[in-house]
């Protein structure tokens, strides 16, 4: 690895890397990556259950639920926000998708997704919206960080028809 490409590299995985795992608890028990070898897992970090954009995103992805699993893919979500906060969240909006809770941030920041951020000025620590998709055997094929949520989806759903 030359110095430019370690240079060039984020916190977390890049595109070819094998993918960290995790295991995280839910609101209906646990998600383990383990549990899904040999499946595509749709990973997407958010920062706030309840919260406008999260929201749009997480019932987007339940839409799509159908859609993911006709590719062979499983979607899972992740936020700092405990497993009956989620619980709650997936009950009020009729989600779908399995939601993670990683309130001691241990997978966000293995994947890369605790980055520093700023509102006004103000410096803090924060979730990167970001999305990765995992391979079945177990590889990052596509990054989206900085996710804008409109669209990404859709986006997403491409690429995992696409890894056929």
Same mark, same amino acid.
């Given at each position: 690895m030359t110095l430019d490409h370690v240079e060039a590299r984020v916190n977390g995985p890049? =595109? $070819?890397?094998?993918?960290?795992?995790f295991d995280l608890p839910t609101d209906t028990g646990r998600?383990?990556? @383990?549990? &899904?070898? $040999? %499946?595509?897992?749709? /990973?997407?970090?958010?920062?706030k259950d309840d919260t406008p954009g999260c929201t749009t995103e997480s019932v987007g992805?339940? *839409?799509?639920?159908?859609?993911? =699993? @006709?590719? $062979?893919?499983? &979607?899972?979500?992740?936020s700092k926000d405990t497993?009956?906060?989620? +619980?709650?969240? %997936?009950?009020?909006? !009729? /989600?779908?998708?399995?939601? +993670?809770s990683d309130a001691e941030s241990d997978v966000i920041e293995r994947y890369g997704s605790w980055v520093e951020k700023s509102l006004y000025g %103000? *410096?803090?620590? !924060? #979730?990167?919206?970001?999305?990765?998709? #995992?391979? $079945?055997?177990?590889v990052v094929r596509r990054i989206w960080r900085k996710v804008k949520v409109k669209g990404h989806v859709e986006a997403v759903l491409e690429a995992a028809r696409e890894l056929a």
């Open positions: 890049n =595109e $070819g890397d094998k993918a960290p795992d998600v383990r990556f @383990a549990d &899904l070898k $040999g %499946r595509k897992v749709v /990973l997407f970090f958010y920062p992805f339940s *839409q799509a639920k159908a859609d993911f =699993e @006709a590719v $062979g893919a499983v &979607l899972v979500g992740v497993a009956a906060k989620h +619980g709650k969240f %997936r009950a009020k909006h !009729g /989600l779908t998708v399995e939601l +993670g %103000r *410096q803090y620590m !924060g #979730i990167d919206r970001s999305t990765f998709l #995992i391979d $079945g055997n177990g």
